[in-house]
Nanobody, 123 residues
Framework: VQLVERGGGLVQSGGSLTLSCDAS????????MAWFRQAPGKEREGVAC????????YYSDSVKGRFIASRDITRTIMRLQMNTLKPEDTAVYYC?????????????????WGQGIQVTVSS
């Protein structure tokens, strides 16, 4: 499956942005999916994820209460609505999928990744 992230860009601190992850074919709900981000000079960080059966979404502490992840009924789009953005949210954001049913979406080794999209939050 090919994954393509869309919707990135430049936004002011406190603003909102919604990313989408478009899949080339439907991804069954039993497969975990996730959003990650990587800021310059930092390790990649899991932001939000869905476990098997669309359990979740689960969020990292850094975005909990501000970001909302969703998977649509067509199984081809996953979104990340980002609210109250902060400069520290600046990063390249990636979506990913794991092709085995798993109850913990934070611990799997994701197999397919999008190319990433830049999100920049100005102060």
């Amino acid at each position: 499956v090919q994954l393509v992230e869309r919707g990135g860009g430049l936004v002011q601190s406190g603003g909102s942005l919604t990313l989408s992850c478009d899949a080339s074919e439907p991804i069954p709900s039993r497969y975990p999916m996730a959003w990650f981000r990587q800021a310059p000079g930092k390790e990649r960080e899991g932001v939000a994820c869905f476990a098997a059966g669309d359990s979740g979404p689960y969020y990292s502490d850094s975005v909990k209460g501000r970001f909302i992840a969703s998977r649509d009924i067509t199984r081809t789009i996953m979104r990340l609505q980002m609210n109250t953005l902060k400069p520290e949210d600046t990063a390249v954001y990636y979506c990913a999928v794991y092709y085995t049913s798993h109850a913990n979406c934070w611990t799997v080794e994701y197999e397919d990744w999008g190319q990433g999209i830049q999100v920049t939050v100005s102060s």
